[in-house]
């Protein structure tokens, strides 16, 4: 993997240089990540006119993900926890030929920003802006496996709760029973808080569980995910609790069903982030639903849970082959109750079998 990271690295490289930068500094911990193999609690990446430099709080130097730091990186430890990495690193600096620094204003806080500076009050600072993230859009193969895998355990998951007893167990309860169950299936943890609504919670976009007990007749919606070596996936499903759904439920269900299914068919390289927005809320548009819809359809995932790219009206862009992302559509009726029904995906072109679906769990309208 040693080689995976330089290259990485050398791509951001040639991108600042291209823009006259001599160094950066990456303090967001996944973008660190992404560079570097791991990210101890609180460290940053310097890129320099020399080596490449990992400096850390005194702290454990291997992230807990199992996946260890290139061990082409120099790693500096701080002597004292009270230091700052990212100010220690613009001292290092200071000394060498660079005469600027690129930095990631959106993650730095303005006193830390000003700290940097003051250290080194040669160094034009200079804006790193969105870089890391750009680059981690697309994903290689084995980013793609680890998703892949994530998918499996959240699919497990998922499938161990259905066959137990839900009716009179809290949203809660199962929710914690799902995140145990990712653990045991060989999770590094749940990718996000894991969603569980019930009956009129049901559809509601970020539900958190409540107290709210199973009853027969119950919408049941779950949203999970995994998180496997720092890779991160979802899938939202929803049931009916009881024997047989009533046909509101049936209709409502199709209904989102069917512009899921949009959405999914639309993920072809080329294709704009905003025409597959509007190819999945089109038929809910049309049945009446406008009004209440999420702001997006879906997002990238990868090592976060949300990545670009944004799959949403306003979004400027087109999909990439080896780009995973989420396809959620969901309707929420107040009082009532809803549907929410969302995959993860890898963009392929039709030549390689069109989009992959990595979370596989059956969209049939299970009564339960």
Known sequence: MSDVYAARRARLRDRYAAAGGTAALVSRPANVRYLAGGAPPGAVLLLGPGEDTLLCPPAATEDDGGVRID???RV???????????????????????????????????????????????????????????????KDEAEIACLRIAAEIADQALGELLESILVGRTERHLALELERRLIDH?????????????GPHAGR???RPSD??????????VGLGAEYRGYRCLIGRTFV????????????????????????EGLVPGTGYRDVDRATRQP?????????LAPRTGHGVGLEIEE??????AAMGKLDACVPVTVGPGVHLPGRGGVRIADTLVVRPEADGGPELLTITTKELLAL
């Open 284 to 292: 809910l548009e049309a049945a009446g639903y406008g009004e209440g």
């Open 76 to 138: 500096s430890v701080l002597p004292s926890a009270t230091g700052d990495p990212a100010v220690a690193a613009a001292g290092l600096l200071g000394t060498s030929a660079a005469g600027s620094l690129a930095v990631e204003e959106h993650h730095l806080t303005v006193s830390r920003h000003r700290a940097i500076g003051a250290v080194a009050p040669r160094l034009v600072l200079t804006d790193l802006a969105g870089a890391v993230e750009q680059q981690r859009i697309v």
């Open 205 to 207: 976009a970020g539900h």
């Open 186 to 198: 060989g999770a590094d943890g749940p990718a996000f808080p894991t969603s569980v609504a019930t």
């Open 241 to 264: 609790i009881g024997t047989s759904p009533a046909d509101w439920q049936i209709e409502l269900y199709e209904l989102v069903f069917a512009a899921q299914r949009a959405g999914r």
């Open 308 to 313: 670009d790219p944004q799959l949403a009206p």
């Open 212 to 221: 709210r007990r199973v009853e027969e007749g119950d919408f049941l919606f």
């Open 71 to 73: 061990d082409r990186l």
